[in-house]
């Protein structure tokens, strides 16, 4: 079939090529649709997968124009038939020349033939065309026209060299002897036009033209791909350029594709070394290949922590999120997704987690209790120190104001409002505070500014310490300091005193000796008794109020109690207070320090005398002494109510104390076994059948008898 313009003036073709030219025209059609079914299932066939569900109605496109070229081919068949009828009616008339009627109908056939054709090519969306072995353009359908912005008469005829910058001639050339000897070619082509910058790319099928055994030309039909083309290079280039790594892989792990990034960040310098790699030599630990999935899965997005091996066999932790590929039957072909590395994350998550365990381990081992305040004035932290101190469970704090708070301290409220209206940065306050079993206690609060990230007040945080027992401790060196003082003064009124004691009994044994009357005499013997009694007890004091000699000295237990009755002697004939002191003979000589002793024998004579003044108005106490194998004791037993089996193992606790306030320090009894552990003895209490309570001090004997 020709395609070029119809010239009226041409010999007509013979009658008897009229078959000939049927059953040609028919092979031209079965060539036609059997090329296009061809062409477009090679376009189709790898995308056909990928591409979006409402795009695979284009077989009933196909179809749709296989039906319009069926119309087609029928009107040229009638065509024919007519041409066939006119050139019947001239054989009858051999050797007569056809009329002028039957050359013009013949004509008008010619012409309607070519522009059904015309009409067929334009319907098309995608180029087609007809060229010349030497490029010349033999026919174009519309949408060439619309790409070039030339005209139909204006293509047709023209170089195509003359029209299109790529590609080149040179590069056609080379390719023209396998198109020659093949016939056909299929394949992408980038085309850029001489009148545009902007590349394009077609999807081409070129069929040879045959003229006899001769190609003489090609016909092609292209389809425009290039915005899937430049579609395709910035995904090429985003996936080139990411920082995370992108994967392609099959269900069993085995690498397909990877971008740079995925081949730096597991070690690799080429990327055809990572893709070699067998899908085990990835594991870090043993078991299914981590890229790929087991036999039942559905290929759905899924996100997880995977750990990889890098070139060099040190570990690197992922976070993959992949997702699966299907066929057109289905199947999961392979699978896509990104590998985020975080193994510097989680080194520093794990670091964090030590860092905060190492936090928390530092507050808990505190003796201070640590809180943290908001700007509303709620507790953030409370540190477990919080049981200890006050009695609550830090849960039980947290989120709550500090006057929500029972007992709260206005001194502490008063502390955090300066510190968080910038009064000042750091500040200190003591206040007392009610534990939740009833008692209080005496606090320390320091405070100082918790900022932010942006170097602003965010909350106060404050260590609290319980300062009770420091404060105590202070006030019993204050009263030490104060006994110190009065002993060095009784020391000295002691020495005042004795100079007219020692007058007084010097003069009245005179009188005595000189004085005849006996009423006289009675009362200078009485005076002169009193004044040695007097004399005694300065002498006592300056024995109690002198200070200990260094080390310890073989002492007489019975002139210790002696001495230190003496001294209470005054206080119990107040009080109505009997003293029962039995002295036994064979008593051994105890190893100690006698002032010390003393201090504890008048403790425990204390103690018993409050003891029976709070259970009635008189009583009697009673002391003893006796021996042990190696050792010596003095008990001090008064009838007093006793001592609360709940109290027992708590009275030489320090500052503990069952009496009134202002009674007692709860220091006297600590004291006393202290000084007996120094002693290498002890002091005991129990409670004593008959009622009342008895502490028995114990002390090594030395050797000898009193």
């Known amino acids: 079939m020709s395609l070029d313009p119809v010239n009226t003036s041409r010999t007509p073709r013979p009658p008897g090529n009229l078959d000939r030219e049927e059953s040609q025209l028919w092979r031209w059609a079965l060539l036609f649709m059997v090329l296009l079914s061809v062409a477009l299932a090679g376009l189709l066939y790898e995308r056909l997968e990928n591409i979006p569900f409402q795009l695979r109605a284009i077989p009933f496109g196909i179809l749709a124009l296989s039906i319009l070229f069926a119309v087609y081919a029928y009107g040229r068949r009638r065509e024919v038939g007519e041409l066939k009828q006119l050139l019947h009616g001239l054989q009858e008339h051999v050797g007569a020349a056809p009329s002028e009627e039957q050359l013009d109908q013949l004509s008008q056939v010619i012409m309607r033939s070519q522009r059904n054709f015309k009409e067929l090519i334009d319907s098309f969306d995608d180029p087609a065309c007809a060229v010349s072995l030497d490029g010349t353009l033999r026919t174009v359908n519309k949408r060439i026209t619309e790409l070039t912005g030339l005209s139909y008469s204006e293509l047709v005829g023209c170089k195509i060299y003359d029209l299109i910058e790529e590609p080149s001639r040179e590069e056609v050339e080379r390719g023209l002897g396998r198109f020659l000897e093949k016939k056909r070619w299929a394949g992408t082509v980038r085309i850029r036009l001489k009148n545009s910058t902007r590349p394009l790319y077609f999807e081409c099928v070129l069929n040879g033209i045959v003229k006899g055994d001769e190609v003489v030309g090609a016909s092609m039909l292209g389809r425009d791909v290039t915005e899937q083309r430049e579609k395709e290079m910035r995904f090429t280039e985003l996936f080139e350029t990411l920082q995370e790594g992108v994967y392609f892989s099959s269900p069993e792990g085995h690498l397909l594709d990877a971008n740079p990034s995925l081949v730096n960040l597991l070690g690799y310098t080429e990327k055809r070394e990572l893709l070699a790699v067998e899908p085990e030599s990835l594991n870090f630990d043993a078991g299914q290949p981590v890229l790929g999935r087991a036999v039942d899965d559905r290929g759905g997005v899924r996100t997880r922590e995977v750990k990889l091996r890098r070139k060099d066999g040190t570990a690197a932790v992922f976070l993959d999120s992949s997702r699966a590929v299907w066929d057109t039957s289905g199947n999961i072909v392979r699978y896509q997704g990104t590998l985020v590395d975080i193994t510097e994350r989680r080194k520093m998550e794990r670091q964090l987690a030590q860092q905060e365990e190492f936090r928390a381990r530092l507050l808990e081992s505190f003796p201070d209790l640590i809180l943290v305040v908001d700007l509303e004035e709620r507790y953030t932290f409370v540190s477990s120190r919080a049981r200890d101190l006050l009695g609550y469970e830090p849960q039980n704090m947290l989120r709550k104001k500090i006057s929500e708070l029972d007992d709260h301290s206005p001194e502490l409220a008063a502390l955090y409002h300066n510190i968080v209206s910038g009064k000042e940065v750091f500040a200190s306050a003591e206040y007392g505070a009610r534990h939740r079993d009833g008692n209080w206690r005496t606090m320390r609060a320091a405070g100082s500014q918790l900022v932010d990230a942006d170097a602003k007040i965010s909350g106060v945080i404050v260590s609290v310490r319980d300062i009770t027992l420091e404060r105590k401790l202070e006030q019993q060196v204050v009263q030490s300091e104060r006994l110190a003082a009065m002993g ?146 003095v008990s001090f037993h008064d009838d007093g109510p006793g001592i609360p089996k709940e109290n027992l193992a708590s009275i030489f606790d320090p500052f503990y104390t069952t009496k009134r306030p202002g009674r007692g320090t709860g220091l006297g009894l600590s004291i006393c076994k202290s000084v007996m552990k120094e002693h290498n003895g002890s002091v005991e209490a129990a409670n004593s059948p008959d009622g009342g309570a008895v502490f028995t001090v114990t002390l090594p004997v030395s050797s000898g008898t009193m």
């Not at 004691?501 to 200078?524: A, F, P």
């Not at 003979?585 to 425990?604: C, K, S, T, W």
Request: net charge positive.
């Open 488 to 633: 060095a003064m009784i020391g000295g009124v002691a020495h005042e005193l004795n100079n007219p004691l020692t007058t007084i009994m010097g003069v009245s044994e005179l009188l005595q000796d000189t004085e005849t009357n006996e009423g006289s005499r009675k009362q200078l013997g009485m005076l002169q008794q009193q004044a040695r009694k007097a004399a005694e007890i300065v002498q006592n004091l300056t024995y109690f109020s002198r200070p200990p000699a260094p080390g310890k000295s073989r002492i007489n237990l019975v002139e210790v109690v002696e001495r230190t009755l003496n001294l209470h002697a005054y206080s119990l004939r107040k009080n109505s207070i009997t003293v029962d002191f039995l002295k036994e003979a064979g008593v051994p000589y105890a190893l100690g320090d006698p002032h010390q002793l003393m201090q504890v024998f008048l403790n425990l004579i204390v103690n018993a005398e409050q003891a029976i003044r709070e259970a009635r108005d008189k009583g009697t106490l009673r002391i003893r002494l006796g021996k042990g194998d190696n050792s010596v004791w």
